[in-house]
């Protein structure tokens, strides 16, 4: 089955630098790649996806890149502010067909004023 | 259109006990999913539902079980509850084949 890896587990970074989340999955049959914002105690909310017959995806500070020979994805976040701090999940699965998100660890995500 | 609701948002049971957990669908979705996300892990799936039957499962015993009705919401029950059952469980809805994939709020369950 579905396999997704993240990393890294915890992020740092200053107001303003950019952040870079990477996501690793295994089933070449992936072809949908959410990714999630969770605060504490609150519902993963998406902030932004890309198919598989897209390479890179972008709206506003907030853009995904997908390397589908490598099975990698990640997550770049630019100009980042303390509200960006919370945990982002990536996750992997097929549209179309039977749909189970297969969840990274998720990355929790610091941004220090 | 109306978002996923889950009840109930906190619940405490003692080893052994059996629990429900509820959620009704967004508007027009017609498939639910549900998932257990422990402190500081990911959500795992545990099962989906579509036009009233389980058509997915993932790593989790027969003690988790769940309905789907009429009107898409969905229920799910987990029997003889351990100390590892403590989880927050998230339902999602989504039209068939995974399209506009939304999640509840959650039920926090704290098993003692």
């Known amino acids: 089955g579905e396999n997704v890896e993240q990393h890294p587990s915890t992020l740092s970074v200053q107001e303003g630098d950019s952040a870079v989340i990477k996501c690793t999955y295994s089933d070449s049959a992936s072809n949908y790649f959410p990714w999630y914002k969770q605060e504490l105690g609150k519902r993963p909310q998406l902030i932004i996806d890309?198919?598989?017959?897209?390479g890179e995806k972008k709206d506003q500070r907030i853009a995904v890149t997908l390397n589908k020979t490598a099975k990698h994805f990640s997550l770049h976040i630019t100009e980042t502010q303390p509200e960006d701090s919370a945990v982002y999940f990536c996750a992997a699965s097929i549209l179309g067909g039977f749909q189970k998100l297969v969840f990274g660890t998720g990355t929790r995500l610091l941004v220090s004023p | 259109e109306t978002g996923v609701t889950q009840s109930p948002t906190h619940l405490i049971k003692t080893r052994g006990q059996q629990v429900t957990l509820r959620c009704s669908s967004q508007?027009?979705?017609?498939?639910v999913s549900w998932y257990q996300q422990a402190l500081g892990q990911g959500p795992q799936f545990i099962f989906q539902?579509?036009?009233?039957?389980?058509?997915g499962r993932g790593n989790f015993p027969p003690r988790f079980s769940g309905l789907q009705f009429p009107n898409y919401s969905s229920e799910l029950n987990v029997n003889a509850l351990e100390l590892d059952d403590s989880a927050l469980y998230l339902c999602a809805s989504s039209l068939a084949g995974g399209y506009g994939y939304t999640f509840g709020s959650g039920t926090r369950l704290t098993v003692v």
């Open positions: 890309i198919r598989s017959n897209v």
């Open positions: 539902y579509y036009r009233e039957e389980e058509n």
């Open positions: 508007s027009g979705h017609n498939t």
